[in-house]
């Protein structure tokens, strides 16, 4: 059995009297978003709006907090907070609001296949694992998929339904965890065990409409990819996903693919290594990305701030913290055992296709090996597509990057996507 605490109705729907959510939230990646985007396109020809950008930023999150829920799973005795982007929607929103039109209640149906996109987190503190985490990523979908969605609605069709989950974690202070389930995590089951949890959720959203011509994305970054590929075991053990195209097709079952980006646990190198490269890579990822990217230094420094002042709208909508005595304890020792997991190494199974995206300068994952490698295939596919891609299992490739732990986030081609996205809606305005 499980019980999901459902998505309450907006603030701006329930009186004058209550402030909007934009005037109650403190949102820190605005500011440094609008200086990114200012200094992209100073001394050019693209005159940018900003209050067309902070249109787009606050909706984005919005509609997250209020579309945040908590799973509940007596089954297996935790429960975690979940936020959710769905890109179609949020186009519709804007068009309307710039285009000053009601769309009609049916629009032309969408040939194209849902998306739905699942995100798995990291754990370090009782704060970590919320449905917030690594909010660049539905933020980058919702950016991107703007201009086309806005242009589809404008001709009467319905854009692409793309639904970008993240799984926050029975750890975090919406969260929480029997004795019960913190026993079945022990003795290096933490992957397995938060994938059986994350699985029954995410049948629980296959089911919802009964939405068989679907794909599915697992996402997972750094610790995130062990419960990624954990998840996928599940999913795939009682088929309720395919990684079989022909599958996919003939049974009309979700087709499934899982992307790990700087996936931590399954990093090439000796266990013994990884139990202090790993928090000591983490301190030195921390520290460079904090005095050398302005927009995470800025979110990050306020982080706090922004969590504080979405509690306090969770908590009147029926989703307070849990955070007695005994949960605290919990937590803590639920954090202890997923880094201890991740500490020991969580390979990925050879029969699970995945894409594999690792920084040559990751300092938790860092091997002089698999650098040397990586140089020796670009050298020999020099000019082809794959010569940053190597593959040691079928079904498994492996793109190494120039980059370190922590990806950047606002690089030049993502502000020209959030030029594109401001521009299509002020050409909507203006029409």
Same mark, same amino acid.
Do not use: C
């Given at each position: 059995?499980?019980?999901?605490?459902?998505?309450? %109705?907006?603030?701006?729907?329930?009186?004058?009297?209550?402030?909007?959510?934009?005037?109650?939230?403190?949102?820190?990646?605005?500011?440094?978003?609008?200086?990114?985007?200012?200094?992209?396109?100073?001394?050019?020809?693209?005159?940018?709006?900003?209050?067309? +950008?902070?249109?787009?930023?606050?909706?984005?999150?919005?509609?997250?907090?209020?579309?945040?829920?908590?799973?509940?799973?007596?089954?297996?005795?935790?429960?975690?907070?979940?936020?959710?982007?769905?890109?179609?929607?949020?186009?519709?929103?804007?068009?309307?609001?710039?285009?000053?039109?009601?769309?009609?209640?049916?629009?032309?149906?969408?040939?194209?296949?849902?998306?739905?996109?699942?995100?798995?987190?990291?754990?370090?503190?009782?704060?970590?694992?919320?449905?917030?985490?690594?909010?660049?990523?539905?933020?980058?979908?919702?950016?991107?998929?703007?201009?086309?969605?806005?242009?589809?609605?404008?001709?009467?069709?319905?854009?692409?339904?793309?639904?970008?989950?993240?799984?926050?974690?029975?750890?975090?202070?919406?969260?929480?965890?029997?004795?019960?389930?913190?026993?079945?995590?022990?003795?290096?089951?933490?992957?397995?065990?938060?994938?059986?949890?994350?699985?029954?959720?995410?049948?629980?959203?296959?089911?919802?409409?009964?939405?068989?011509?679907?794909?599915?994305?697992?996402?997972?970054?750094?610790?995130?990819?062990?419960?990624?590929?954990?998840?996928?075991?599940?999913?795939?053990?009682?088929?309720? +996903?395919?990684?079989?195209?022909?599958?996919?097709?003939?049974?009309?079952?979700?087709?499934?693919?899982?992307?790990?980006?700087?996936?931590?646990?399954?990093?090439?190198?000796?266990?013994?290594?990884?139990?202090?490269?790993?928090?000591?890579?983490?301190?030195?990822?921390?520290?460079?990305?904090?005095?050398?990217?302005?927009?995470?230094?800025? %979110?990050?420094?306020?982080?706090?701030?922004?969590?504080?002042?979405?509690?306090?709208?969770?908590?009147?909508?029926?989703?307070?913290?849990?955070?007695?005595?005994?949960?605290?304890?919990?937590?803590?020792?639920?954090?202890?055992?997923?880094?201890?997991?991740?500490?020991?190494?969580?390979?990925?199974?050879?029969?699970?296709?995945?894409?594999?995206?690792?920084?040559?300068?990751?300092?938790?994952?860092?091997?002089?090996?698999?650098?040397?490698?990586?140089?020796?295939?670009?050298?020999?596919?020099?000019?082809?597509?794959?010569?940053?891609?190597?593959?040691?299992?079928?079904?498994?490739?492996?793109?190494?990057?120039?980059?370190?732990?922590?990806?950047?986030?606002?690089?030049?081609?993502?502000?020209?996507?959030?030029?594109?996205? %401001?521009?299509?809606?002020?050409?909507?305005?203006?029409?």
């Amino acid at each position: 059995m499980s019980f999901e605490t459902p998505p309450p %109705a907006s603030f701006e729907q329930e009186g004058n009297e209550r402030k909007s959510i934009r005037e109650r939230i403190v949102f820190p990646h605005v500011q440094p978003i609008l200086e990114a985007l200012e200094k992209q396109f100073e001394g050019t020809d693209k005159k940018l709006d900003s209050e067309v +950008v902070k249109d787009i930023l606050y909706e984005f999150i919005e509609q997250r907090i209020n579309r945040a829920g908590v799973y509940e799973s007596s089954e297996q005795g935790a429960s975690f907070p979940w936020g959710v982007t769905d890109t179609a929607e949020l186009a519709k929103k804007l068009y309307s609001r710039y285009s000053g039109e009601v769309l009609p209640e049916k629009l032309e149906p969408n040939p194209e296949k849902r998306k739905k996109e699942f995100m798995f987190t990291s754990l370090q503190l009782v704060q970590s694992g919320s449905q917030f985490a690594f909010m660049e990523e539905p933020l980058h979908q919702a950016v991107k998929d703007l201009p086309r969605a806005l242009s589809m609605l404008k001709d009467g069709k319905e854009p692409e339904a793309n639904e970008i989950y993240t799984l926050g974690s029975p750890t975090n202070e919406l969260g929480s965890m029997s004795p019960e389930f913190l026993e079945k995590i022990k003795n290096g089951k933490v992957f397995d065990e938060f994938g059986k949890l994350y699985s029954e959720f995410i049948k629980s959203k296959i089911r919802e409409k009964q939405e068989k011509d679907t794909e599915i994305l697992l996402y997972g970054q750094s610790m995130g990819a062990s419960f990624a590929t954990g998840t996928a075991k599940h999913l795939l053990d009682d088929e309720s +996903v395919t990684q079989s195209r022909e599958a996919a097709e003939e049974k009309d079952t979700p087709f499934l693919q899982v992307r790990l980006d700087m996936p931590v646990g399954s990093a090439d190198t000796p266990e013994k290594r990884k139990k202090w490269q790993i928090p000591v890579g983490f301190a030195l990822d921390t520290a460079y990305t904090m005095a050398t990217d302005p927009y995470l230094r800025t %979110a990050m420094a306020n982080d706090k701030k922004f969590l504080s002042s979405t509690q306090e709208i969770f908590t009147e909508r029926s989703m307070p913290p849990v955070m007695s005595e005994e949960q605290v304890a919990l937590k803590k020792q639920g954090i202890k055992e997923a880094i201890n997991s991740l500490r020991a190494g969580t390979p990925i199974p050879e029969d699970l296709k995945v894409t594999n995206v690792v920084g040559l300068y990751d300092p938790l994952m860092y091997s002089g090996e698999f650098n040397k490698e990586m140089k020796a295939h670009k050298k020999e596919h020099r000019g082809s597509l794959g010569k940053s891609m190597v593959s040691k299992s079928p079904g498994q490739r492996t793109f190494g990057i120039n980059m370190h732990h922590t990806m950047p986030y606002l690089r030049e081609n993502e502000l020209n996507r959030f030029y594109q996205a %401001a521009k299509s809606l002020k050409d909507l305005k203006q029409s």
